[in-house]
């Protein structure tokens, strides 16, 4: 038997979870909404992350323009995601909601743009 100890992301109440681990059988106390049994069962069998960064544009009013993926990824995978985010270069102009990179990692999920970016020369 595992017991892993978390303070629930799923609601502003920040919960302290318990999660005991026993073969297949997985039991949460402490939370005060089912989305916290959900969110600590997902954290134990399938941690996953929304990754936010920035990329490179050129012609752009700043050096950098923010990006994130459009679902949550594989924790896992998060270093395989940020080095192919860094080698990213784009050209301006942008716009929220474009597709900088369409199958980050391997992922099958989207790094897209968070701000728009003007061309400036």
């Known amino acids: 038997m595992e017991t892993r100890e978390f303070t629930c992301i799923g609601c502003p109440l920040g919960c302290q979870l318990t999660v005991t681990m026993n073969a297949d059988d997985i039991t949460v106390t402490g939370n005060t909404c089912p989305r916290g049994e959900a969110y600590a069962k997902k954290e134990v ?56 990179i369409a199958d980050v990692a391997g992922t099958g999920v989207p790094v897209i743009i968070t701000k728009n970016a003007e061309r400036v020369s």
């Open 45 to 100: 069998t399938n941690p996953t992350r929304i990754v936010t960064s920035s990329v490179v544009i050129k012609h752009g009013p700043l050096a950098r323009v923010s990006v994130k993926t459009a679902n949550d990824i594989p924790k896992g995978k998060i270093f395989d995601v940020m080095k192919e985010i860094r080698e990213t270069v784009i050209e301006a102009p942008v716009a929220i909601g474009d597709v900088v």
